[in-house]
C-alpha cells in the first residue's frame, strides 16, 4: 500500500488557512513533547506488565500527537469521551499514571476502583466522561452531552470534545450522531483518528480511502483533515475547531491521519500487518520526529531531553509501584455502585 | 477420538460444515484474518471480513439466510449484540411466523462472554437469557469440546436461527472429541455429567466445572450429585431435568448470568410446576449478582458461582443449614 497517500493532509473542506504552528509558546511546545513521552512510556510500562500476567490493553503508541495536540487545545470547561484507546487522552488531560495504572490491575486506587479496568476509565475530575470499550459508544453518548452543554448544564463556554477510530465511522451511529449534532446545532468536536486499523482488518478492506473526512462533510460539519503524527499541526487544527465551536456553537469534524503501531490488544504478534507499512509509519514516528524538529530549533539541547526522559521514566516507575502496592478490592463491595 | 481444545474444536466444524455444503459463508470483524486456512479452502467469496457494524453484520446474515446462504456470522464479545439486536430479534426470529411460514432463516449468530480476561463489563456480559426470551430464535451455550463441535455442527445444519454462546473462559479448555464429520449432537438435549441420587445440579458453559468440582468434593460427605449440563437453553430438555429432580428431590441451578429473569429462573420454575410432589427442599439458584460484570481479577471471580458455593448449597438441602453455608452464601 502506497503510505504517502495517507500521510499527505486530505483538502481542507472550509479551503481556510489554520493558525501557523508557532502560535504555540516555547514552554508549550516542550510540555507537548514531554507528555508525547509519558504516554508512550506509560503504555509500554503496559506492555511489560502484561507480560507478567496483568490484564492486556489497547496501547496508542504512534498516536500520542493526537491525544496531545487536541487536548492541548481544550481547556478546564470541556467534556470528553473516548475510546478504548484512550491512555493519551487520560495522560494529556493531566491523569495520574499511578491511578491509571492501578485501575488497569484492577486496584482500589484506580480511577473506577477497578470497575473498569483499562478499557472504561472516566474521570469526573478530568471532565473524561467516557471510555467506552463498545466500538461507537461514545458517539452515541456524545449529542446528548452536547446538548446538555449547549441547555446551560455545563460550564458557561464549554464545549464536548469526541474521540473514536476510523472503525467507528463503519458503524450506523456515527452517521446519526453527526446528522444529530449538526440538525440540533450542537458544541461537539468529533475527532477520528483514523489509525488504519480495525483490530485484525486493515480499514481499506472496509472502506473508500477518503470516505471518513467525505461522509463528515456531507453531513454539512466544517470538516479538516490533518496529519495526526504531527502534533503542532493537529494543536493549530484543534484550537482553530475548538475556537470556532465555542463562537458558533454548531459541530466540527477533524480527522487525524495516523497508524496504531503496537497490536490491537496486547499481547499481538502483528502477524497480519504489511511488514513495509508498518516501518513506513515507524519512520514517521510522532514522537521521534517532534524531538528532531525541537534539538533542530535549539528549543531543547541533547542534555534537556535526557533530564526530560529521566523524570519520564522516574514518573512511570513511581506510578508502577504505586499501582502493584494498591490493595485489592474486596469481593464482597462486587454490588457497590450498581444504583443509586 | 482426538484431543483438542474448545477453540479448535469451533474451527473444526466451521470447516467441515462449509465443505459440507456450498452454501454455508462465514464473515464477521476479523474472520478471514483469524481463519485464513479457510479463506485458502474456501475462497474470498465465503469467508469474508465485515466493516466493523453488528447491525448490518447481522441483518446481512438474516437476509442471506433468507435468501439461500447459511450464514454464521461472529459478532465476537456478546456486550456487542446489543447493536445487532433488531437484526436478530425482529427479522430472523420473527419473519418465519410473519410470513405464515413462507421464509426460513437459517443461520448461526456467534458471540464469547462471560468471566476470565479480566477486562470488563463491555467484553463480559451473559446475556443468553435475552435471546431465549425472543420468540424464533434457539439458544446453545456448550461446555466441552465435542459439544462445542457437535452443536456448532447441528446448529449449521439447522433450519432456525441460532445464537451459539461461547464461554471465554472454556476457550483453552481440552478434551476428547469423537471427530468424525458426520458426528452431530442435536439441539435440545442435556447431557447428564455424573450419575448422583441425593440432589440434582443442572448448569451449563463453565459453571458446569463448578459443578462438577462440587459434587466430587461433595462424594467425601456421603453426599450424592447429579450434574445435568443443559448445553441447549432453547429448546430445553425438560425431561432429563424432571427425571433427575423427580429421583433426587433437590435442585440446585448454577449459572454466570445474573439471577432475575435468567434461566436458572426457568428451571425452577420447570421443577415447580411439573415436579412439585418430587421436591423435598425449595429449589436453590447461585446464579451471578445484579452487577455489571468488574474488570478487577478478583471482583470478576467474585461475580461467578464457585465451587465452594455450590458445595455450601448442596449441603445445606442435604444436610440442614450451619453457618459456614450462610457466610458462603451470603456472597451470592
Ligand atoms: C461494537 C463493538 N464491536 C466490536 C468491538 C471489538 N473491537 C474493539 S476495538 C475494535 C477496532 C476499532 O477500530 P477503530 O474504531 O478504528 O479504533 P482503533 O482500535 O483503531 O483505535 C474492534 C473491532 C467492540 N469493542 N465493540
Redesign the interface.
Known sequence: MNVSEHTEPVADHHGVPGPTHESATPEARLSSLETMMLIRAYEEQLVELQRGGA??TCTSVGQEACAVGVIGALDERDRILTNHRSAGHLIARGADPGRMMA?VL??TD?YCG???????IASRELGVVLT??????ELSMAPGMALAQKMGRGEPGGIVAVFFGD??A???IFHESLNLAVQWQLPLLFVCENNQW????HRL???PDRAIADWAHSHGLPTRSVDGNAVEEVYAAAARAVAEIRVTGSPQFLELVTYRQRGHFEPDDQS?VDPDELVAWRRRDPIQGYREHLLESGLIDPEGLAAMERRVRERIEAAAAFAQASA??A?????DH?YA | MTRMTVEQAIHQALREEMEHDPRVILMG??VA??HRDLVEDFGAERVR????????MAGTAVGAAAGGLRPVVDLLFA??LP?SMDALVNSAGKLRYISGGQFSFPMVAMAMTGAG???????NHNLEAMFVHAPGLKVLMPSTPADFRGLLKAAIRDENPVLFFIDLGLLHQEGEVEARADELIPLGQAAVRREGTHVTMVSYAKTVGACLQAAEQLEARQISAEVIDLRSLKPLDEETVLASVRRTGRLIVVHEASGLCGVAAEIAALAATKAFDALRAPVVRLTG????A??????????VPQAEAVVAAAVELVLGTSEHTRAVM??Y
Not at chain 1, 469481593?331 to 454490588?335: A, F, I, S
Open positions: 490484564p492486556g485501575e484492577g486496584r484506580g477497578g470497575r473498569s479496568g483499562s478499557l472504561h467506552s470499550t463498545i466500538v461507537g459508544g472503525g467507528a463503519c458503524e450506523g480495525q483490530a485484525f482488518v478492506e472496509t472502506m497480519y485489592w478490592p469481593p464482597d463491595r462486587l454490588t450498581v | 470483524e476479523g484474518t483469524k471480513n465485515t466493516p466493523l457494524a453488528e447491525a448490518i456486550p456487542f447493536y480476561w479480566a477486562v470488563g463489563a463491555q467484553h449478582p445484579d452487577a455489571p468488574a474488570s478487577s481479577w478478583v471482583l470478576e471471580q467474585a461475580g451470603a456472597h
